[in-house]
């Protein structure tokens, strides 16, 4: 029993970083349409950021704060690059696909050449600090990874319903051309998107680089399973993103823990294949009607 | 530049008589494509006799070439994006791997085909309902799932470790990587033709119809589902066909040939060639293959390059090679007219 336990509470740390990967691409998709395939490196690069700054002693907060920044100037950067080709139309899937693809290709043979390919830990604030479970014990750290999810799901949230900015974000989601004749300043709108995308992945890279040692590499497997979560959560539901999140990491940790490491491995991709066929739309989501124009 | 030849009105087409081609642009030289194909790979072969770095190099490209060009078929003529397809590389490589050596390359071809049909079948009924990034997705899972299976099903696959002593295909009496590489030339020049013959046909002009305009080609009597499967099932095929090209290549069969990488690379390939155009897997594959091959004076910093090229040709340029050319061309041709006058 309190074997079951732990592996709950394991899971739900994984989860949160799960959640935290897939807010930010549901952030993106729900503030300018774009599917980002790149947000497992802006992770993998603020968590790297962090492992560095830190390393050169100045502590686990400057170091959080130079991966915000890291992932805030790589969304700065990417949202300049992507508005220019958007601010009239609505970019085709295998464009955007592809384009994401080819940032994720770039940023993680920059952190390869710019931190190594040696998996790096970054040591937690928290670490020593446990929390009894039955007879084993659950590093704090896990608590903080749930508490931080749940507050950048509740900002979210609240700034994309009570903020002007963030209305104006859902009305560019809903059609560019209406959104502009409604007065939104439509390229701004999509670098404020990506922006926001690069701090919710900088806060979920930092925080993750606790839990599992990151290498240039992780960014795909992050990014799968951050997708694997919003998409089971409808893809343009906050809510919904943390669901999956914790849908993800709770059978990861379960399957690990009972069964062998392969099937933990592929629990994330058979998750996200199983509610793809049996609920196309995600837990969370509408199913949507095709509007024939 | 040859004079502008008088162009027939539209009424003139459908009234001109219905020969081979129904209502098909008349002249469409499906062969030209296969016949320069196998013409250059014999003057690299005969002429060029490149060292035995850049034959790996071509056979590489020729062998991704042939796996691109029913990604093209699905992402230039369906418009479908697939995440997945180093499912059907390693189904290809796999049973060419298990089956070359025993039973002989036409059953090990034929099975590693059968067997990524099958699958792309199985796996389109299921997801190909899907709206676009969910489908890209669940490809993506599938393409990560596929990988996990070749790492640990050792009985098939025989893990990390791979399968080695895979033989290779003999053709034309000659040895080695040569041998590989005319092979990959002539599946390549197979491929291209039955690409062109499926764009002038009935089942090609669906898919065409349906990548725009769904509802309309639903209600034209096209049934675009079944023509999504039927581009997934192809690009399977040549899938299969690249994978069993890269494993003789390579001299054995590794999951690691078979990752979410080489899915990608896929994908990349006719996308930055120009989506659907003939040229475009050939093009693409030189791109994507050759390119950061002989990028390595770039150093560390050479697939930087590569990734840096590959969302700009995204973002600004996207019907990708072919856009480069036509743009080039027509500024030529309006610089000549200028000069002329």
Do not use: K
Not at chain 2, 25 to 50: D, F
Request: with cysteine; aromatic share 8%; glycine share 14%.
């Amino acid at each position: 029993m309190g074997q079951l336990t732990y592996f709950l509470a394991i899971g739900l740390g994984i989860g949160a970083v799960y959640a935290l990967a897939a807010l930010g691409i549901v952030t993106l998709y729900t503030g300018s349409g774009l599917a980002n395939f790149a947000q497992g490196d802006l992770l993998v690069l603020a968590g790297l950021v962090a492992v560095t700054v830190a390393g050169a002693g100045y502590g686990w907060f400057l170091g959080l704060l130079a991966g915000l920044l890291a992932t805030a100037v790589a969304g700065l950067v990417l949202g300049l690059l992507f508005v220019r080709p958007m601010r009239d139309r609505r970019l085709d899937v295998d464009v955007v696909v592809i384009g994401t693809l080819g940032v994720a290709i770039t940023l993680t043979q920059l952190s390869g050449v710019w931190f190594g390919r040696q998996p790096q830990r970054l040591s937690s604030p928290l670490a020593g600090v446990s929390i009894p479970v039955g007879d084993l014990r659950v590093p704090a750290h896990y608590l903080l990874l749930v508490v931080v999810a749940v507050l950048v799901f509740l900002a979210l949230r609240w700034f994309g319903r009570r903020t002007d900015v963030g209305l104006q974000l859902r009305a560019v989601a809903g059609g560019i051309q209406a959104a502009r004749d409604a007065g939104v300043r439509v390229g701004r709108m999509l670098v404020i998107a990506w922006v926001i995308t690069g701090v919710v992945g900088g806060i979920a890279g930092v925080l993750v680089a606790s839990v599992v040692p990151l290498a240039p590499e992780s960014g795909l497997p992050l990014g799968v399973n951050g997708f694997a979560a919003a998409i089971i959560g409808g893809l343009a539901s906050p809510g919904g993103a943390v669901v999956g999140g914790l849908v993800v990491g709770l059978s990861e940790s379960l399957a690990g823990g009972y069964l062998n490491d392969a099937v933990r491995q592929s629990i994330a991709p058979l998750v996200l294949l199983i509610v793809l066929v049996v609920r196309p739309g995600g837990l969370l989501g509408r199913t949507a009607t095709a509007r024939v124009a | 530049m040859t004079a502008p030849t008088p162009v027939p009105t539209t009424a003139a087409t459908a009234a001109a008589p219905r020969g081979a081609t129904d209502g098909v642009p008349a002249r469409h030289w499906r062969w030209t494509q296969p016949a320069v194909i196998l013409l250059v790979g014999a003057l690299v072969l005969l002429v060029l006799r490149p060292g035995p770095f850049d034959l790996r190099v071509f056979t590489l490209v020729a062998a991704y070439a042939v796996a691109a060009v029913g990604f093209n078929v699905l992402v230039g003529f369906s418009g479908v994006v697939s995440v997945g397809n180093a499912l059907f590389l390693a189904a290809g490589g796999y049973a060419w791997a298990r089956l070359a050596v025993p039973q002989g390359p036409v059953v090990a071809l034929l099975s590693g085909i059968a067997v990524a049909v099958v699958l792309a079948v199985l796996a389109g009924m299921l997801l190909l309902r899907l709206r676009a990034y969910y489908f890209a997705v669940g490809t993506l899972a599938l393409g990560t799932l596929g990988t996990i299976v070749a790492r640990n099903w050792t009985g098939l696959t025989n893990g990390d470790a791979g399968i080695t002593g895979v033989g290779f295909l003999q053709v034309f009496g000659l040895t080695g990587v040569t041998s590989i590489f005319a092979a990959a030339i002539v599946i390549l020049a197979l491929v291209c033709l039955l690409q062109e013959t499926l764009r002038t046909s009935p089942i090609g002009l669906s898919m065409l119809v349906g990548r725009y305009d769904p509802p309309m080609a639903g209600a034209l009597g096209v049934r675009v589902p079944a023509m999504r499967i039927v581009a997934f099932a192809f690009s399977a095929v040549t899938a299969a066909l690249g994978g069993a090209l890269i494993v003789q290549l390579a001299g054995g069969a590794f999951p690691d040939q078979f990752t979410t990488t080489a899915s990608i690379n896929l994908l990349i390939i006719p996308i930055i060639g120009g989506r659907g155009w003939r040229w475009a897997p050939l093009v693409g594959a030189l791109i994507v293959i050759a390119l950061p091959e002989y990028l390595r004076f770039l150093d560390d910093y050479r697939l930087v390059v590569y990734g840096a090229l590959v969302t700009a040709v995204a973002l600004f340029l996207p019907g990708g090679a072919q856009q480069a050319f036509r743009q080039s061309w027509s500024w030529l041709r309006s610089r000549a007219r200028q000069v002329r006058r």
